[in-house]
């Protein structure tokens, strides 16, 4: 072998990639729009479940209904990704406290709905925010930018002008101070779901999260049908329609709403989560036909403009990291 040969024998060989590079996605982009639909998944069921009482159904039935189509829906889905489904027994406990959280979430709140109007209801139930940011810089020590501090102050009024509190006094709307309580008190058990959901269900996926904790809330509310009786099994078919739909976007909004909360931290998520309320609105001018104006609008573009805030990098850790 020549001198030449033996060099060129020597050098290594460099394969060149087959195709276009795959596009990376940023994290806390997708953890901020994972976050924007969930909230919008569930401000939408908002105006689903008002429909569904116009309809004679109870909050018992609608409830239980939730949870138990939420659950099918979701190992539905974990039977097609399959999933590793395998967590350590202190993970387990962990999901099936948030499974517990979540029946005060949303008996509360579904309560006050049966009480309150739409955009009230939305907005009392969703200063959650607030909560989670005040709690997550007291406890877990996270340090807040002044671009998330805006963010919160954009989302806060957001949610206030989207419900035009005017056209509410105008409109003649008998406050429910009970509803109130109850909307507040959800708002209240979230903001710990969520805080919880950051710490116990890190480095889990959101569909194991899901597929876990969800059984729990709806096996509380079968038992509470078991011992109220009052599951109704005479509903209209719109009835059913309602409940079962209200059910899948449950299961769904809580599988991405947690994957978003593993991505972007509890105060982001909390905030970018406000779309519920402009959502709830918006649906109640299209579909329940409650009136539309300049201040809702506001309202919405300032939440819109919370989230751009958000999807910014931060230059300060937070408990997603």
Do not use: H
């Not at 806390?28 to 309809?55: F, H, N, P």
């Amino acid at each position: 072998m020549s001198q030449v040969e033996e060099v060129s024998s020597r050098r290594p060989v460099i394969l060149e990639p087959v195709g276009p590079a795959r596009p990376r996605i940023n994290r806390g982009w997708l953890g901020i729009i994972l976050c924007a639909l969930a909230g919008a998944s569930y401000g939408g069921q908002a105006i689903v479940a008002k429909l569904a009482y116009a309809e004679g159904v109870n909050v018992t039935t609608l409830l239980t209904m939730r949870f138990v189509m939420g659950g099918i829906a979701i190992w539905l889905i974990v039977a097609v990704v399959k999933p590793d489904l395998r967590l350590a027994p202190r993970k387990m406990a962990g999901l099936g406290v948030l499974g517990l959280l979540f029946i005060s979430n949303a008996g509360l709140y579904y309560l006050s709905l049966n009480m309150l109007g739409a955009g009230t209801g939305a907005l009392l139930g969703n200063t959650f925010p607030i909560w989670v940011v005040l709690w997550s810089v007291l406890f877990f020590k996270e340090k807040m930018d002044r671009g998330r501090i805006l963010a919160l102050g954009l989302a806060v009024l957001g949610c206030g002008l989207t419900v035009d509190p005017l056209a509410v006094v105008a409109s003649g709307e008998k406050f429910s101070w009970l509803g109130g309580v109850l909307a507040i008190s959800s708002s209240f058990s979230n903001a710990i779901y969520i805080i919880l959901s950051n710490k116990f269900g890190k480095g889990i996926q959101g569909l194991v999260i899901a597929a876990w904790s969800i059984p729990v809330t709806a096996t509380a509310y079968i038992l509470w049908c078991v011992v109220s009786g009052q599951f109704q099994w005479d509903m209209t078919p719109l009835g059913w329609l309602f409940c079962i739909g209200i059910g899948v976007a449950t299961g769904l909004a809580i599988g991405i709403y947690q994957a978003g909360i593993q991505m972007v931290g509890s105060s982001r998520a909390a905030i970018t989560a406000t779309t519920e309320p402009a959502t709830a609105v918006l649906l109640a001018i299209l579909l329940l036909n409650e009136p539309a104006s300049l201040i809702k609008l506001t309202g919405g573009a300032c939440i819109l403009a919370a989230i751009v805030l958000l999807s910014r990098p931060s230059p300060s850790p937070t408990l997603a990291d």
